[in-house]
């Protein structure tokens, strides 16, 4: 059920305008369709919950901390049942290509903070704001990506398939 639930989404997700979005939501049927919807936000209130979780290095726990990438796994295997590795670069590899201006809440951003492509992943959340742990020192938060940090190092976005 879970592996449906999940195409489900992504099927959903991975229209390329509203109209298919509707079209593929209409096809499904009500049961399905809320579940899907459903695990997206699942996955954004989780997140939320760990609001304030310290940062560590490697850590991918609420308990140790979590690194940016250690969040995302943790969060996409906790609320959706897919295994992701512990690095952002590799997390973009298993993820279909978004366009900033598609970008739908659950989607992951990735960032270069390290004078490398993909070196900092964090969760979409909607209106130009992402959830992330950033960096030793800091816990975890929301940002605007509009903020000039974040606009002059943005990468670009995947939503990961299963």
């Keep these: 059920m879970r592996k449906t639930l ?24 009500d049961s399905l369709m809320s579940r899907a919807v459903g695990n997206v936000e699942s996955t954004l209130d989780r997140a939320f919950n760990y609001i304030g979780v310290r940062y560590k290095r490697g ?53 270069n903070t390290m004078r490398r492509a993909f070196s900092h992943v964090g969760i979409y959340l909607g209106d130009n704001q992402f959830i992330h742990a950033p960096r030793t020192g800091t816990r975890v938060r929301i940002e605007d ?18």
């Design 145 to 162: 990506m509009s903020d000039r940090y974040w606009s002059r190092r943005f990468n670009g976005a995947r939503r990961i398939q299963p």
């Design 59 to 111: 850590g991918s726990s609420p308990e140790t901390g979590f690194d940016c990438s250690g969040f995302v796994k943790y969060l996409y295997d906790e609320t959706l049942g897919l295994v992701l590795p512990h690095n952002a670069k590799a997390i973009a590899q298993q993820g279909e290509r978004v366009e900033k201006s598609e970008l739908q809440p659950g989607d992951l951003v990735f960032f």
């Design 6 to 29: 999940t195409a489900i989404l992504i099927a959903l997700c991975t229209a390329t305008t509203p109209a298919q979005a509707d079209e593929t939501a209409a096809q499904l049927p």
